[in-house]
């Protein structure tokens, strides 16, 4: 980063977080109680955008191909699970503590150790792994045999049901079982508004592949998750593909890339791509002593299927959307704060808006309303000045705008504002659906 | 339950376990490790009837309505709201234990009590109160400071949040905020398949009226809600309300009623809906030193609004879809498994059969579904008979199945199946997606 855009950068991620708060995207959690650190709510308007989000990705990866099924597992699992995934012995972060001033740092960070140095002269003990998932008790006694954990990712849940879907699915290779859900990682230094929190949502899929086919499913993952996010409106040169080096990876990986977003405080991960072999099935076969190989009808052999997992985050990916459309542009004289999201994952579709509250407008525009709010999500708005609702629209990313005037009482044609253009055209009431439908999927 | 329903009754509820588990609707948690009891996974087939019953509240209760807005709170939220709540004192069960057997029971269970006396001559202990929340930490150290709870419930999240959503989304009374997602209970004895779990999903509603409007709306939500279910296939003579006694109620609420379904071990609590008065906001209001109060500008009075709450939950109304839906009838002189399910609940909507695989059927075949596959959740299958193909279909609830034949290759006409008469119509390609799409959401 340039140092003018180090200065520029706090400033946008500021008014990001502001507008959020302001009109309801995301609130603080329990922020009357003074705030959970690092936990968020998603208020009316973040709701849908998240929503719209993880449906994207649903219709993309489930729905809209025949070789993806869905999949939904419970938050707690048994504990074998992350024994046998490695979770409980490798899942840890290096921490010390300052003896004098009793703060906590992780020991891999020499840039916080040396901010440390700077303001206290406390002595450091030695480092300590800690493990990052939540651990918590089921049953009514607290001790050792009932400890179970928060998942710290979606994914073990589709290796350990791989046999289950086999079972049932009727699947041939290659295919992919996909999930959506929460995961919980008690990170040392969560940060960045909704980039990094210890309770978050997952996007994940594991694709199921011949061993010795993985370096092309490989390639055809990360070109499709790259694609994806370009498809739904980011900016390409806020985007780009990171090849992880040879020393970043895991013993058992042939490859991993990630998905890297341009935030305000720098290149970050969205989503990572990793072939892994066929570590996870075996690691749960040889723990849970089930078979979970797959019998290849066409080539007659008996294998156990490699891996490549596409691993997204939907509250990352619903940050990038946001910060990727928030603009801030001069309309009639005056700054606008406009979020130009794609219209599939704009929270608001249209708003309709009666000009003046009388001459039968307003009643006219309700019966608009009545009409579009089945098929899309829709608001009303009668108070104040026009260009008031509008600015107030355009803030949320509300795609089209509807007014009702006196023409419409005339002729039955609503004007039809687009946000980005601010430009309007005249559409009569009866073709409105069919216009509003094809501009927002199409 | 007559002698005779109480028969038949374990083996219905097991004969459902059985097809969820076969077909790929339900599976056990961690099932290769030998399960974690009282948690289930949501199969391929599963996942999307859960997904549709949790859409089809969503679009009733905030999409198609203009007084209702949604919201998505964290699962950890900050301790005091919890003892705000009450759950920290009062979410409690009496347990006993017995001092011989160490097992563990509720006190509050005559059944279950003496149930063990007669195998057990073991002196119970005194009862003591267990609280049913979930306790994890947060942050590196294991200490008082940082205990959190798992939600018990997602209603507390709208009460904090009432001051978030009147700032930000210039609403007036009467309105609702509504909330689905996962809540945590350390319950004693879960069981009943899906419906008494200790991971759950809920799907709550808090509408805010005037005071002294409250009976109005209460009586307006309890119909509200019974009829949604009445709506989505759930057979009337299934299905009642259950008025709580005076007894029954919370010091602080002026109603309760319980929408229950006759599940096959019994009539069974689905949904409740309760009218709260103002305790919630005022007990956070005093907890937090924050003003939750309404200003109504047409009286010029200020108020803290009552509260009516239609709490449900996805996995209970899931369970009863499905229960609803299994029948066993005759056809072509075998017996057949359906699921009944309502078009708009179906985890698949349409089936593509090609009748035969050669003559071009398949390739025809694959460019239908290829067509509606964006549209809506389609399967394809060219394995075995039709007859077969069919009853596959009919296990899952697809309401239509679609066969590509001869006569298709010549006229462009496809066969389309109903589920539930087993007629068959034939149907124009071009005409398909217009007319499957009306037959769903009409």
Redesign the interface.
């Known amino acids: 980063m340039s140092k003018a855009d180090k200065k520029k950068a706090p400033d946008r991620m500021e008014r990001i977080v502001n507008l959020a ?4 995207l995301v ?1 603080q ?9 690092s ?6 308007i ?3 955008l ?2 719209n989000v993880k449906e994207a990705w649903w219709r993309e990866m489930v ?4 070789d993806i ?10 504990p ?2 992350w024994e046998a995934s490695g979770h409980v012995s490798g899942f840890t972060d290096p ?1 010390v503590d300052c003896k004098k001033c009793k703060s ?1 740092f992780r020991a891999d960070h020499p840039d916080v150790l040396a901010k440390h140095a700077e303001t206290c002269d406390g002595e450091l003990t030695d480092s300590r792994q ?1 493990n990052l998932m ?8 607290e001790e050792s045999a009932n400890v ?1 954990f ?1 998942r710290p990712e979606t994914a073990q ?1 589709m290796f ?2 791989f ?3 086999l079972d ?3 699947r041939k290779l290659p295919f992919g ?1 996909a999930q959506q859900g ?1 995961s ?1 990682r ?1 990170e ?1 230094t969560p940060g960045n508004f909704l980039f990094r929190t ?2 978050f949502e997952q996007m994940e899929m594991e694709f199921f592949v011949k061993p010795g086919e993985e370096a092309q499913w490989y390639d055809y993952w990360k070109k499709e998750r790259f694609d994806w996010y370009l498809r739904l409106g980011i900016k390409p040169d806020n985007l780009r593909m990171r090849e992880h080096e040879s020393d970043e990876l895991a013993h058992y990986a042939k490859g991993c890339a990630d998905v890297e977003y341009k935030f305000p405080f720098g290149w970050s991960e969205l989503e990572g791509i990793a072939s892994r072999t066929d570590f996870d099935l075996k690691q ?1 076969a040889e ?2 002593k ?1 078979d ?1 190989s797959y019998f290849d009808e066409e080539s007659r052999e008996r294998y156990v299927p490699y891996v490549i997992e596409p691993a997204a985050g939907a509250d990352r990916a619903t940050l990038a959307f946001l910060v990727d459309a928030y603009d801030e542009d001069e309309v009639e004289g005056e700054t606008r704060v406009v979020l130009r999201l794609h219209p599939r994952l704009a929270p608001v579709k249209v708003a309709v808006l009666p000009l003046m509250r009388k001459d039968g407008q307003p009643e006219k525009a309700q019966e608009i ?1 009545a009409q579009l ?2 098929h899309m ?1 829709a608001q ?1 708005d009668q ?1 104040g000045s026009i260009g008031r609702r509008y600015r107030r629209q355009d803030e949320i990313g509300t795609p089209f705008a509807l007014t009702i005037d006196h023409q419409t009482m005339e002729d039955g044609t609503v004007t039809v504002r687009d946000r980005d253009k601010t430009s309007q055209e005249r559409v009569h009431e009866s073709d409105l659906l069919a216009e509003l439908l094809r501009r927002i999927t199409g």
Request: hydrophobic residues 35%.
């Open positions: 708060k302001r009109r309801g609130f959690s329990s922020e009357i109680y003074g705030g959970l650190n936990c968020w709510d998603y208020g009316p973040g709701v849908e998240r929503r729905w809209s191909r025949g099924v869905g999949l939904d597992c419970s938050i707690l699992m048994h074998r699970v921490l906590r800690f939540f651990r918590t008790f089921m049953g009514p006694v179970v928060l849940g350990v049901n046999g289950n879907v049932t699915q009727r079982i929460k919980f008690n040392i210890r309770e749960h723990w849970s089930k979970l309303f709010r089945p999500v009303y108070a």
